[in-house]
């Protein structure tokens, strides 16, 4: 597509999202359409791969606030035909927008027929040449791969220890029938004729000229005359690979953990993109979470809570604990079993939070309630409530 048609492209729609959305706004739109779209829920959809692939190349562009600024402002120069000129230009003169892309040897501001360039070769170059990697007849550049976007479910246990997990990652790579050339076995791509193998041609418009990719290798340089039948010559495959993951110990349900290079393959040269995990973690019957601490709630009876004893608590993955209550232990009262909470990073452990819930037997005969009885006649002449009442009315 020529450069007018692609700044046009609007990526916002493309992700649903406002163009003022922050990049929190435009990831979590992101993982929503990328989950919707996954080549591994739409098997044999060629529709839905497209569409992921379209998602994918508007995330790379808006998730990156350098990239994001430079698509802007780009798409700010060419709204309502920018850079359209009639007869004879600017003046007359003929500009070439190779050296005006390129900041080159052209007028600095102030010059005639300047404004444009900046010495250093700054302006218009700076955007347009980090946002297509290239500047007027100038090959392209690396190009660094796609983030890619993967989620975990992990036990409780596992995510309180770590552990080691498989993940399978889909993403674009070099085809590996033709090794990234597009072209069939046995056969190699010929310098396209046309643009002589920069991937892009000058046209005329008014008195300027315009550089676009080159429509005849869709600004490869290369022409494919016998292309691959795996990826038809595009030299770009969606890829499938299985890897090992370690999940640090302690991680909690939610969390996004980045692995630095384990995304996409580069194109070009280009480093890989990175690996984004999103956890989720499985409830546990017991155990509950606070941070670094785990937490339990344990019953006792009433004789335990009201003369106090010694208790046995359950602990993850370990041995029980033995606690002492001490003789009026209030029903809801947290006690504390330091270093059997969960894995903080400095591999130290968090404690365990014991709450302590006075449990009431739905029936009660027998010499129990005897007991219950006498201790009921024992205890008439205090009333519980006595210090509510004293509050409530000097309130």
């Known amino acids: 597509m020529s450069t007018k048609d692609y700044v046009e492209k609007d990526y916002y729609k493309v992700l649903g999202v406002p163009k ?22 739409n098997k044999g959809d060629a529709k839905a791969e497209e569409r992921f692939k379209e998602i994918g190349e508007a995330n790379d562009v808006l998730s990156d606030p350098k990239r994001r600024k430079e698509y802007d402002d780009a798409r700010t120069l060419f709204a309502n035909g920018g850079f359209r000129t009639g007869g004879g230009g600017a003046g007359g003169f003929g500009f070439d927008f190779g050296d005006l892309f390129g900041g080159g040897t052209g007028p600095t501001t102030g010059g005639p027929g300047g404004g444009f360039g900046t010495p250093g070769g ?22 660094r791969g796609a983030d890619v976007e993967s989620e975990v479910t992990l036990s409780f246990l596992e995510a309180v220890n770590g552990a080691t997990v498989p993940l399978r990652m889909t993403s674009q790579a070099a085809c590996k029938s033709c090794s990234g050339t597009g072209a069939k076995a046995g056969t190699t791509p010929r310098v396209c004729p046309t643009c002589v193998g920069t991937g892009h041609v000058s046209r005329g418009q008014g008195g300027f000229a315009l550089s676009d990719p080159c429509r005849d290798c869709k600004g490869r340089g290369l022409i494919v005359d016998d292309p691959c039948p795996v990826c038809h010559g595009s030299g770009r495959a969606t ?14 349900d939610a969390q996004r953990i980045r692995l630095k290079g384990k995304g996409a393959q580069g194109e070009r040269g280009g480093q890989p993109g990175d690996l984004y995990v999103t956890v989720h973690v499985e409830a546990h019957p017991v155990f509950g979470r606070k941070g670094d601490n785990l937490t339990i709630s344990v019953p006792v009876s009433f004789p335990e809570a009201a003369l106090g004893g010694t208790i046995k608590v359950p602990t993850l993955g370990g041995p029980p604990v033995t606690l002492k209550l001490p003789p009026g232990t209030a029903n809801g009262r947290t006690m504390r079993a330091r270093g059997k ?37 024992a205890t008439a002449a205090e009333d519980p409530r006595a210090e509510l009442f004293k509050l409530a009315e000097g309130a």
């Open 20 to 41: 003022d959305a922050s990049t929190a706004e435009i990831k979590k739109a992101y993982r929503k359409l990328a989950r919707e779209f996954h080549p591994d829920a």
């Open 122 to 143: 700054g302006g218009l170059g700076d955007i347009f040449g980090g946002l297509f990697n290239r500047g007027g007849t100038r090959t392209a550049g690396p190009r």
């Open 239 to 252: 890829s499938s690979r299985t890897m090992q993951v370690r999940i640090p110990a302690g991680v909690s």
């Open 341 to 377: 909470g969960a894995v903080r990073k400095d591999g130290t452990r968090g404690d365990l939070l014991v709450t302590v819930e006075v449990a009431v037997p739905p029936q009660v005969s027998g010499k129990a309630q005897e007991a219950l009885e006498q201790y009921r006649q």
